[in-house]
Every structure is written in structure tokens, then in C-alpha cells.
């Protein structure tokens, strides 16, 4: 008898708090996660590589290699061949030099919270 009074107890616990987080949290959540386009942040994607690296200069993004390794860092700038990335993230003080070849993909913060 004990068991399965404790076993009630423990549902009915669980049942409140599923009930709580369906129909109190949500509302909270949606109202704290609106987001809104940063102007002026788009990929070209009928453009080449150097093309949309040089409309993110002065900008902070992630170019990721061939090789896997992930660079964190501003666009200094963009040549035909190279990328110059600067203030590279967990390096400050070191800026980077990458061959445009041996980028796979670039990443860059496209939507800011309100």
C-alpha cells in the first residue's frame, strides 16, 4: 500500500511539473528568442569565395579548412589568392594568413537577439 501511494505522489509530481514546463515556459522562451537580421550580412552565393570574403572585412567570422582545423578571427583583408584574418580568437595578438584554396566554409553571425 505504501508503494503505491508513493508512486502517486511521485506521478502526480511529475504530471505538475510536465504541465508547467508545456504551458508556462514556452511563452517565456518565444518572448526572449526573437531575433533580428543584422543589416547588411549576406552571402552572395553566385559570387566566388574572395568575393564574399571582402564583404566581410572589418567583420569577425570563422573560416573553416580543408584540413579541418577552424580559424576564428576579423577580415583584414582579401586577395586573389589570400585571406589576411586578424586578432584570432584565443591568439589576440596573432593574425593569419590563409590560402583562399584550402577554405572549405565560412561562417559569419548573420542574426542578432532584439
Known amino acids: 500500500m505504501r508503494r503505491r501511494v508513493s508512486f502517486v505522489i511521485v506521478a502526480a509530481a511529475a504530471t505538475m511539473v510536465i504541465c ?3 504551458f508556462c515556459f514556452p511563452p517565456l522562451v518565444v518572448a526572449q528568442s526573437r531575433t533580428t ?3 547588411g550580412v549576406n552571402f ?3 559570387a566566388p569565395l574572395p568575393d564574399n570574403l ?3 572585412i572589418g567583420k569577425d567570422v570563422y573560416i573553416h579548412l580543408r584540413s579541418g582545423k577552424t580559424f576564428q578571427g576579423f577580415v583584414k583583408l582579401v586577395g586573389d589568392n589570400w585571406v589576411h584574418l ?3 580568437a584565443g591568439k589576440e595578438f ?3 594568413l590563409i590560402r583562399i584554396e584550402d577554405i572549405s566554409a565560412i561562417e559569419v553571425k548573420f542574426r542578432d537577439y532584439k
Request: no cysteine; aromatic share 12%.
Open 44 to 46: 552572395a552565393v553566385s
Open 54 to 56: 571582402r564583404s566581410f
Open 86 to 88: 586578424e586578432k584570432i
Open 37 to 39: 537580421a543584422i543589416p
Open 94 to 96: 596573432f593574425d593569419a
Open 20 to 22: 508547467l514546463t508545456v
